[in-house]
């Protein structure tokens, strides 16, 4: 292989089991991804998952407990900010307020003693793209916050690092603006061909944007993965149940005695996955059963149906989601709102299992995923 195409094929970051404490408590415990050149990767969990303090770390404001940070290849540790060829944005935006919206942009370039008409031409390229011409000349106190938003990005755009870290970039926002935002944010990262790590805690922005979504539990990697995969196959029961909307249906499973043996949950006895029934059977701790409310549905009773009382109707717009209850546990199935207009809490309901395929199983004390 030659140099020019190893260099190619190295990754723009590489994390390497990074341990972070404070004190007695464990923030990072041996946190290890690589982050691919000219993608947008997206660091997923839940508030305090670890995702600032990773950040922080790549960037140089933490030093790591122990591990390393690599760089284009390069070592980085114990090299200050400033030295590590990164630009980083958080979600407090931190904006000069007695500078004006091309100031603060220009910011970096002006501290570096670029020419005035290089700063000019890039500062103008910028606001083109996240369409600001007509807000440079204003203080930040007189914009929106979406404005302030595209004027913060603006600044770290403006340089050309190896690498962007965004924590949070778009959390302060309203619904509206924040899946606007969230779309540019893709397409100018995507034009630029710029290495983009993005921190979130809202799965919706994940699977808009990334690439590659790291998934962060408690300050441990615990899948890097495709967003779709995160969510057609996550490989941690807490993982399952982050991910998607309405919340996935985690329910005991247990294989019935008999020939042939019988898969049985929320009152459901069907046939065992032929490529999970070793699996299955040789889980000591038991094993849960994963069904998103998109793979159940109501329907008229029979051999293959379970059945339960109508305890809740959620309505969300053109579905609805209902919660039936019976001695098994509840579980919420996603139905089209117009067909239970008329529906009665009280009522008695058959449920069926669509694709029995998209079922999940979870050992049931580890959580993590049992594969055939």
């Known amino acids: 292989m030659n140099r020019q195409t190893e260099t190619a094929s190295e990754p723009c970051l590489e994390i390497r089991n990074i341990r972070k404490s404070f004190g007695k408590a464990t923030a990072l415990q041996d946190v290890a991804f690589t982050v691919p050149r000219n993608s947008l990767t997206v660091l997923l969990g839940a508030a305090g998952a670890g995702k600032t303090t990773t950040l922080r770390i790549i960037s140089g404001l933490d030093e790591p407990t122990s591990g390393s940070v690599l760089i284009n290849g390069r070592d980085v540790g114990g090299l200050e900010p400033k030295d590590r060829d990164v630009a980083m944005m958080f979600d407090n935006l931190a904006l000069y307020p007695n500078k004006s919206g091309y ?8 501290i570096q003693g670029v020419p005035e ?4 031409e890039r500062v103008l390229g910028i606001a083109e793209t996240l369409h600001i011409g007509r807000i440079l000349d204003r203080l930040p106190g007189t914009m ?9 990005l603006g600044r770290a755009l ?12 778009l959390s302060s926002l309203d619904a509206k603006l924040r899946i606007e935002l969230r779309s540019e944010l893709r397409r100018l990262q995507k034009e630029s061909g710029k290495t983009f790590l993005l921190a979130t805690p809202d799965y919706h922005e994940a699977l808009a944007v990334a690439d590659t979504v790291i998934m962060l539990q408690s300050g441990e990697v615990v899948q890097v993965d495709s967003p779709q995969t995160l969510y057609d196959r996550p490989a941690h029961r807490l993982t399952a149940e982050f991910i998607g909307s309405p919340l996935i249906n985690i329910l005991q499973g247990r294989i019935s005695p008999g020939e042939p043996a019988k898969l049985e949950f929320f009152g459901f006895r069907l046939p065992l996955p032929p490529n999970l029934s070793t699996a299955l059977a040789a889980a000591s701790n038991g094993f849960d059963v994963g069904l998103r409310p998109e793979n159940l549905s109501v329907t008229t009773p029979s051999s293959a149906t379970s059945q339960g009382e109508l305890v809740d109707i959620e309505p969300l717009g053109p579905r609805s989601v209902l919660t039936v209850r019976n001695d098994f546990g509840e579980a919420r199935i996603l139905v089209a709102a117009a067909d239970f207009q008329g529906a009665e809490i009280g009522t008695t309901l058959a449920v069926k299992v669509d694709h029995p395929e998209k079922m999940l199983f979870f050992d049931g004390i580890t959580g993590r995923s049992l594969k055939g």
Request: no cysteine; net charge neutral.
């Open 144 to 152: 929106s916050g979406g404005e302030k938003q595209r004027i913060a």
């Open 117 to 120: 008409t290089e700063i000019r």
């Open 103 to 110: 100031l603060n942009i220009a910011n970096p370039l002006l």
């Open 158 to 169: 403006i340089r050309n690092p190896a690498i962007f870290l965004l924590d949070e970039p």
